[in-house]
């Protein structure tokens, strides 16, 4: 039995791609490899952020079973009425039950890189020149919404839900011995250099910051919520020290 010599004409059959389907490109390939690669690197970098915000999408929306046993508070407008406990919290403390968000605060810390960052390792931090608890003015609060996960500390990804917060939801800091509780009125995102979220005023109110997208510090993710117990009516003046003229850069 004789073997068929394949011609030109043969192997033109076999290999072009009206006869064998579409040929993709070698620039093509390697451009689907490359964005791949780059999805998964982000992926593990980002684990943690990510298995939470999965997670949280499969729970049920309206974490019901979370924020059932809080307390409501009511009469706004003079004494506020809190009907219900208060959660027993540490001292220097934040909690945020609609994300299940607890961790400790490290307060004063200047805007020194190195300074914020071990801060940010231990928790979340309270930017200096800002108020405290209990004060006229915006107390300044942030931390990580995701860095590496080779990355020292146990709260790379605090803030990974804090996109999930929505408006009337509430934020609880332990702080000298009294539990603070502020009801968010505002959310927005910022760039890196806006400097109005630092803004002190004449009212008792809480900013929570974060870097956004998760993963990346090309925006700062911003929720500013009011004190609404104890009655911030009898919250005491700053000491004198002039806010921050910068955010702190974080990822």
Request: net charge neutral; charged share 20%; glycine share 6%.
């Amino acid at each position: 039995m004789k073997h068929k010599i394949l011609t030109e004409t043969d192997l033109e059959y076999l290999f072009a791609s009206k006869k064998r389907g579409v040929r993709f490109p070698l620039w093509a390939i390697y451009s689907v490899i490359f964005i791949a690669s780059l999805v998964i690197i982000f992926t593990v970098a980002n684990f943690s952020s990510i298995s939470q915000k999965i997670g949280y999408s499969f729970r049920n929306q309206d974490n019901s079973s979370e924020t059932s046993d809080l307390p409501t508070i009511s009469n706004f407008g003079d004494d506020p009425v809190l009907t219900g406990s208060i959660p027993k919290l540490e001292e220097n403390t934040i909690f945020i039950p609609k994300i299940n968000v607890t961790a400790p605060i490290s307060w004063n810390v200047p805007n020194i890189p190195d300074k914020v960052s071990v801060g940010l390792e231990k928790g979340t931090i309270h930017l200096a020149g800002t108020a405290l608890p209990g004060e006229v003015g915006n107390v300044f609060i942030t931390g990580h919404s995701s860095d590496y996960l080779w990355a020292k500390g146990n709260y790379k990804s605090i803030f990974a839900l804090m996109s999930e917060l929505v408006i009337g939801d509430q934020t609880y800091i332990r702080y000298a011995n009294v539990t603070y509780i502020y009801k968010i009125k505002s959310k927005n995102t910022v760039k890196p250099d806006n400097l109005s979220v630092l803004k002190q005023g004449s009212d008792s109110t809480l900013t929570i910051m974060t870097c956004w997208p998760v993963g990346t510090s090309l925006y700062r993710m911003i929720d500013v919520a009011d004190q609404i117990y104890p009655n911030p009516k009898s919250n005491s003046n700053q000491d004198a020290e002039s806010a921050p003229n910068t955010l702190p850069d974080i990822r």
